[in-house]
């Protein structure tokens, strides 16, 4: 069974730092992408970031690009998104979510997901 548990979620100011966090059971991170998504209310989910070791490099969704970075420990089956100078219009629900084989872009493409975790950056 597949399981992405997702933690690091809380509330900071503007220009401020979190690291979330998604321990991945069922998965080899060896051949598998853990992307990172996101949904503020109202809106689409929107995705944030893609991490796989046979890419060169992971993915950024533009609005993050300079601010987010993802990082995996393979010891743990973990897979860290570090996020700082963050921005009000960063607040939303985060999920991470998980693939076998290359990155994709649409949420479709991700049969598992985390419960999600919820990002607020106040002003």
């Known amino acids: 069974e597949v399981q992405l548990v997702e933690s690091g979620g809380g509330m900071v100011h503007t220009g401020g730092s979190l690291r979330l966090s998604c321990v991945v059971r069922g998965l080899s991170l060896d051949d598998s992408t853990i992307a990172w998504f996101r949904q503020a209310p109202g809106k689409d989910r929107e995705g944030v970031s893609a991490?796989?070791?046979?890419?060169?490099?992971?993915y950024y969704a533009d609005s993050v690009k300079g601010r987010f970075a993802t990082a995996i420990d393979n010891a743990k089956n973990t897979v860290y998104l570090q996020m700082d100078s963050l921005k009000p219009e960063d607040t939303a629900v985060y999920y991470c979510a998980g693939r076998r084989g290359p990155a994709a872009i649409p949420p479709t493409a991700y049969p598992y997901w985390g419960q999600g975790t919820q990002v607020t950056v106040s002003s």
């Open positions: 991490f796989s070791p046979r890419e060169e490099s992971p």
